[in-house]
C-alpha cells in the first residue's frame, strides 16, 4: 500500500510541474513588469525542454533501482529547464526595440497558471486518498 | 511566489510614477514660471524606465525601476500676445509668449498606456495570489 502510492510516478512529478510553473510565473510576471522599458526583450522558461526532461525522468523511473528524485531535474545546474532562460517571442520588434506582446504575456501566464492549478489539485486528491487511507487503519 | 509579488509590485510603482509625471505635466501646461520664480515655460517630463535587477532570482526574473525623469527638449510653443506681461520684449520673437512644449493628445495616450500597464500588473497580482492560495491549500 504504502510503496504503491509514494512511489507512484504522479507526486513526484506533480511536484516538479509545480515547481517549474512558479518559477516561469515570476520570470512571465517580469515581462509584465518590464514593458515600458526600452529595448527589454521577452523572457520565458522553455517549457518543451522541462517536458521532455520531465518525461524522460519518468522513464528513468521505471528502471526499479532509479527512484525518480529532484536530482535528477532540480539540482544539476547546467542543461536544468529550470533556470535555463531564454528570450522568448520572437515577433515584432517595436520602435524602442522591445518585442512584448502583452496579449501573448497575459495568455501564456494563464496557461501557466491553469497548469499550476491543475498539477496541485491533482497533487490534493492524492494526499486525500492518503487520509482516508490512513483513518481507515486507525 | 513571493518574488513575483515583488516584481509586479516595482512594475506598478514605476507605472504611478509615469502616471503622476503625466498629471505633473498636464497640470502644470499653462505654467511660465518655475517654482522659483524664474522666468520659462515649464518643461515636460519623461520617465525613463529600466530592468532592475536587485530582485534577480536564478531563473532569471526581475523588476524593474524608474531611472530618470527627463525634460522633453522640444522647443516651447510661443503665441503671439504683445500685451502679455510676460511677452518676449526684443529679438526675434519680441511680442510672442512661451508656453510649455506639453503635447495633450502625447499626454492623455501616455496616460492611458501606464493605466493598462497598471491593471495588467494587478492582473499578476491576482494570479500570484491565487496560485499561493492554491499550493497552501495542500496544507490544509
Known amino acids: 500500500m504504502e510503496s504503491s502510492i509514494f512511489n507512484a510516478n504522479t507526486t513526484p512529478v506533480l511536484e516538479q510541474v509545480v515547481n517549474f510553473a512558479q518559477k516561469r510565473h515570476s520570470i512571465l510576471a517580469t515581462n509584465i513588469a518590464n514593458q515600458r522599458v526600452p529595448g527589454y526583450k521577452g523572457r520565458d522558461l522553455n517549457v518543451d525542454r522541462f517536458q521532455k526532461v520531465l518525461a524522460e525522468a519518468i522513464e528513468h523511473k521505471n528502471n526499479p ?5 529532484p536530482g535528477g531535474l532540480v539540482k544539476t545546474k547546467s542543461g536544468d529547464p529550470m ?6 517571442l520572437n515577433g515584432i520588434l517595436f520602435h524602442d526595440e522591445s518585442n512584448l506582446d502583452i496579449e501573448k504575456q497575459v495568455a501564456e501566464l494563464s496557461k501557466n497558471q491553469i497548469m499550476h492549478n491543475m498539477a496541485l489539485t491533482i497533487l490534493e486528491d492524492q494526499f486525500n486518498l492518503l487520509n482516508v487511507a490512513i483513518s481507515e487503519r486507525v | 511566489m513571493i ?7 516595482s512594475g506598478l510603482i514605476a507605472q504611478r510614477e509615469r502616471l503622476t509625471t503625466i498629471s505633473q505635466n498636464i497640470a502644470n501646461m499653462s505654467s511660465l514660471r518655475d517654482a522659483n520664480n524664474r522666468l520659462g515655460p515649464y518643461r515636460a517630463k ?3 524606465l529600466e530592468t532592475d535587477n536587485q530582485m534577480a532570482t536564478t531563473s532569471g526574473a526581475a523588476g524593474v525601476k524608474v531611472a530618470e525623469i ?4 522640444v522647443e516651447p510653443r510661443r503665441r503671439w500676445e504683445p500685451n502679455h506681461p510676460l511677452a518676449i520684449k526684443e529679438g526675434r520673437w519680441k511680442g510672442y509668449v512661451e508656453y510649455p512644449n506639453v503635447d495633450m493628445t502625447e499626454q492623455f495616450v501616455d496616460a492611458l498606456e501606464a493605466t493598462r500597464a497598471y491593471e495588467s500588473n494587478v492582473g499578476v497580482i491576482e494570479m500570484t495570489k ?3 492560495n492554491q499550493t497552501l491549500r495542500i496544507l490544509a
Do not use: F, G, K, W
Open chain 1, 83 to 88: 533556470r535555463e532562460v531564454r528570450d522568448s
Open chain 2, 70 to 73: 527627463r525634460e522633453n527638449d
Open chain 2, 130 to 132: 491565487n496560485m499561493t
Open chain 1, 65 to 69: 533501482n532509479a527512484p525518480l528524485s
Open chain 2, 46 to 48: 519623461h520617465v525613463i
Open chain 2, 3 to 9: 518574488t513575483s509579488l515583488d516584481i509586479s509590485t
